[in-house]
């Protein structure tokens, strides 16, 4: 099903590919698509608007990783290492869209003038939001945005709080944390040591990111739901 999808430019040209020769002649065009939409034209599963677009950008992540890979420089015996990052976000990626998993990504970046950047972004929020693709290649990097949960700039002096569908952010007697949208777990951003075990223990479950650089700093938080 996957390969069949990468020959069609659109889902419309899919619909037209499951009609035969007496439709396209007793039927316009809108009112055949819209038959074999519904299913009437394929002796299979005919796909649905979103899962053509879904196992589309499925192939093209595929095709751009296998391209990526073959960009690389190989170096020693193992080749290019890949960003741990990148390679964190991509394994939550499926289920982040999915629905099945949220992710805060914790990063903080310090850059070659010296200025401080931070944030929590929500990586479902990142996704439905913006074309992440890139992301998910190296292509393009991550970086906390003034529309996060949370945006800091030290050098700039600016901070700013920012509450998603998924999240809402707390803050409050010098306490950062974040509510998922079931108002069952409140997240805390830093552990402290005063606070009941609960609330310790979703604190600790924050996973650091060895990013191999010591100007930038990550950490995941994952909410399975």
């Excluded at 391209?67 to 741990?84: A, F, M, S, W």
């Excluded at 970046?109 to 074309?131: L, W």
């Excluded at 060895?210 to 990550?218: F, L, P, Q, Y």
């Amino acid at each position: 099903m996957q390969d069949d999808v990468g020959k069609y430019k659109s889902y419309e040209e899919y619909l037209d590919s499951l009609l035969k020769a007496e439709d396209k002649i007793y039927m316009d065009q809108e009112m055949g698509r819209m038959i074999a939409e519904l299913g009437y034209r394929s002796s299979g599963e005919t796909l649905t608007r979103e899962k053509f677009a879904q196992i589309r950008e499925q192939i093209q992540m595929d095709k751009r990783m296998r391209e990526k890979k073959n960009e690389k420089t190989e170096i020693q015996d193992g080749g290019e290492e890949e960003d741990p990052i990148v390679q964190s976000v991509r394994e939550r990626y499926a289920s982040n869209k999915e629905g099945t998993l949220n992710t805060i990504l914790y990063l903080q970046i310090e850059t070659e003038k010296g200025a401080v950047v931070s944030g929590h972004i929500d990586i479902r929020e990142r996704i439905a939001q913006e074309n992440f693709l890139p992301y998910l290649t190296g292509e393009k990097t991550l970086t906390p945005q003034s529309e996060d949960l949370t945006y800091a700039n030290l050098s700039r002096g600016k901070g700013k709080f920012t509450s998603t569908p998924q999240w809402q952010v707390i803050s409050e007697n010098r306490t950062l944390a974040f509510k998922s949208s079931n108002g069952l777990d409140l997240v805390y951003a830093i552990p402290n040591i005063s606070r009941r075990e609960k609330e310790k223990e979703l604190s600790q479950q924050w996973t650091e990111i060895d990013t191999k650089n010591k100007n930038v700093k990550a950490k995941l938080f994952d909410l399975y739901l």
